[in-house]
């Protein structure tokens, strides 16, 4: 049973560019979460989805940011016209169920994203 | 309301040594407690968790104990390793809502 699969890895992008990152999560996995870790700090919430519905966006960005979590393939994380202040790694996680028991979310390795 | 506040912000401690990191939460609504440990370039791990039904929960080296009165938890790591030397994170959420409140961090070195 593969992990949380994020990519790319690592994305270098030109300030003014799109950035998408993908995460597939878990087989049986139908809970995605995004999370942005900025150098030295711990992880900080942006946005839950389960399949084609976002549950809370509280922790995004208002204006640039955009995620999704359509019915067949990858959640997205869209980051429109980058600033280097967007330069982070990205997380996912992704969980079986939304609370209760056995609701461990698992993280993928994370995307790094470097904006120049 | 929502922050954890974690401490140390980092720990050097003898091989063979108890590592411990402390974590402090204000919101009452939060009743799961995992503890992740993150190596360089890699994903957080989940380490070990706990619900505030019970004070004290233990798997191989790694304790957390939990004081709901005082509203603290805390991570002990006995005899450390060097192999533990990574950045531990507490965080916190509600029974019914997955989303993590993360603590800033802790970086662990381990000599040996």
């Known amino acids: 049973n593969a992990g949380v699969m994020q990519n790319p890895r690592h994305l270098v992008r030109r300030r003014g560019q799109e950035a998408r990152l993908r995460c597939s999560p878990m087989k049986g996995h139908s809970h995605v979460y995004w999370y942005r870790q900025l150098p030295e700090e711990g992880l900080k919430f942006m946005v839950y989805?389960?399949?084609?519905?976002?549950?809370?966006e509280s922790g995004m960005p208002k204006e640039r940011f955009s995620a999704e979590f359509p019915k067949e393939g990858p959640s997205i994380l869209r980051i429109q016209q980058v600033v280097r202040g967007d330069s982070a790694a990205y997380f996912c996680?992704?969980?079986?169920?939304?609370?209760?028991?056995?609701?461990?979310?698992?993280f993928g390795q994370g995307t790094r994203l470097t904006v120049v | 309301q929502q922050q954890v506040k974690q401490s140390p912000q980092s720990l050097i401690v003898q091989k063979g040594g108890i590592s411990i990191i402390n974590c402090a939460y204000e919101?009452?609504?939060?009743?799961?407690f995992p503890w992740y440990q993150q190596f360089p370039g890699k994903g957080p791990a989940l380490l070990i968790a706990i619900r505030p039904d019970v004070s004290e929960k233990k798997e191989g080296r790694f304790t957390i104990s939990f004081n709901k009165s005082a509203k603290q938890f805390s991570l002990h790591i006995m005899d450390s390793q060097p192999g533990d030397s990574a950045t531990y994170f507490c965080a916190a959420s509600s029974f019914n809502y997955d989303k993590l409140v993360f603590g800033a961090g802790t970086i662990l070195r381990v000599k040996s």
């Open positions: 996680a992704s969980s079986p169920s939304r609370g209760g028991p056995f609701t461990e979310a698992f």
């Open positions: 989805l389960q399949k084609e519905n976002i549950i809370d």
């Open positions: 919101n009452t609504a939060f009743d799961y």
